[in-house]
């Protein structure tokens, strides 16, 4: 049984805690920069499934705001759900993309390679003040 996306968060860092918690820092949906194109050294996505049963296959790929360039693409990342009240979340670490312009960079959520969600993340140009 296909599990189901519940949610898709982008961070600085996730740290596991106790009892199965887990630590997001620098929870964020937007980002800014002084100039473009940007490096961005490190953030993380996480995604959280349930729902599903079985053996599954996650895929992430960052694409251009237009979807004409893939920029990264994760492993796979592997996980597992015995039953229908389990959830499980998946961790992918994102390093030194470069960002070359600002605008909503495409997330795809690939689940035993197919299309099941997309989510953006806004790259805005910071303005600068004149004084």
């Known amino acids: 049984m296909e599990p189901v996306l519940r949610s898709l968060n982008f961070c600085d860092a996730v740290v596991p805690g106790s009892q199965g918690k887990l630590t997001c820092y620098g929870l964020f949906t937007d980002l800014w920069a002084d100039r ?4 961005y050294p490190r953030f993380s996505v996480l995604t959280t499934w349930s ?11 960052l694409l251009n705001s237009s979807k004409t360039m893939q920029l990264n693409q994760s492993p ?3 996980f597992t759900l015995n ?4 959830s499980t979340h998946v961790q992918v670490d994102v390093n030194q993309v470069v960002f070359p312009e600002p605008g909503a ?10 299309l099941v969600a997309e989510h953006s993340l806004v790259w805005r140009l ?3 003040g004149s004084s």
């Not at 729902?51 to 790929?61: A, Y």
């Not at 039953?83 to 389990?86: F, G, M, P, R, V």
Request: overall charge neutral.
């Open 126 to 128: 910071r303005e600068t």
């Open 105 to 114: 960079y495409v997330f795809q959520v690939f689940l035993d390679g197919r």
């Open 51 to 61: 729902q599903g049963k079985g053996f599954h296959v996650q895929v992430l790929k």
């Open 36 to 39: 473009f194109p940007v490096t």
């Open 83 to 86: 039953d229908t009240t389990q």
């Open 76 to 78: 796979e990342m592997y």
